[in-house]
């Protein structure tokens, strides 16, 4: 039962009631009710429809009119992450840092600590998972900067709230935001109210104190219910942190940014002493590139930067009705849709075998530039035939692939094309251009493309 300063909501409808019940008695919903405080409602408060019309008007100011002091961000010392962030840590942010459990979470928030400790900003780093040992053992690994950062080991949302008073931290990471609770609120630790209300009130504080803060938060493969998610709307900025928990690539994107672009990738590798980050991941993926069948390379855009990445395919005969679509990296809705036009239009029809896809490294890709290097490897894999030329340097392309067989152009080929050229993977394959490029073989449809890349190969066979 909920103590008497707090009710519980129907996300769905707003509907209000003291005690928990799994369906909503507003709408009918199930499991929507989530417990929240019960603001207090003073007698002046517009609420209580006292000081509405007592109040003063504010004056609206033209924008251009608006004051923008120019803070200077804080920067973590780690490249890859800074970019993410738009240039560094922004005074007072809040940055929501999720990602699955074991992918290096804490790692990169600890190692940003340290870096910021070094140069002299004051730190804290607030454990609810891990002791303080523990917590020390990570830092060891991660050289002496991490070492000199604070740490707390607490659970309690008012005894964390006093020590950022009492500290008065520049940088501050609260490891995870699903330990944090709240006395006042009978949820348990890591529920939807829970978590909202210690996000709420650390962000208010943070504010106050002018402390930027990450909040590490776990979620799961679904989005989790009562994972960050439902904070994502109270922060100014959520980062993702994802990759494959047994390989050793990581990517950090923003998926909100309100001081940056959303559109920038981090790309870190996890070694012995921590994260790492990878500069130039075009050339570790294309070092790494089979130029097997089934092999293609992609020249991707991430964000503002071109990353040439190898997308792997598998075709193997089966018996299975559905036979399996498994999407790696990419979109399996993509996936589907690729299939379909390629029995359609110029390609093999797979009804019956079942296609792997994979982005290698672990990376996602989520554009429909990736389309056509989809296509090539899936039909290199059911060919048997290699993309790559006999010196064995792998075939690049890029374009999305419409519904009617048709290739069209995205974005930046320009730089995707120079990405290629600097690894003198020339010429490559993508749609129609309009501003004539040198290095790239243009054609109209998928079947166009497909027969140029396949007939390249049978004619050297015959010579
Ligand atoms: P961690 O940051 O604890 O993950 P999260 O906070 O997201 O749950 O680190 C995850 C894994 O990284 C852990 O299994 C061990 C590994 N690791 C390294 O390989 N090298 C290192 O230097 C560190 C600190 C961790
Ligand atoms: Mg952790």
Redesign the pocket.
Known sequence: MARSDSHFVCQSCGHSSLRWAGQCGGCGEWNTLVEQRRPEIAANSPRAGGRARAGTAARPVALRDVSQPAVPRLLTGIGELDRVLGGGLVPGSIVLMG?S????????T?MALGNLAATGRRTLYVSGEESAAQVRM?AA??GDHALAVPVITETSLEAVLATLEAELPDACVI?SIQTMHAEGMTGAPGSVGQVREAATAILEVAKRIDCAVFL?GHVTKEGAVAGPRVLEHLVDCVLL?EGERERSFRTLRALKNRFGATSEVGVFE?????LVEVEDPSARFVGEASGAPGSCVLCSMEGTRPMLVEVQALVAPTEIVPPRRVANGVDRNRLAMILAVLARHGGPGLSSADVFVNVAGGVRIDEPGADLAVAMAIVSAHKGEPLADPEGRPMACFGEVGLTGELRSVGHADRRLAEAIKFGLTPVIGPPDTERLVALASHKTLRSALGAAFAKRAQRRAA
Do not use: A, H, Y
């Not at 459990?101 to 990169?108: F, M, N, Q, V, Y």
């Not at 996890?270 to 921590?274: E, Y």
């Open positions: 990602g459990p074991g992918i290096g979470k804490s790692t990169l600890g990570r690994r991660l490891d590490v942190f996890m070694r012995g002493g921590g």
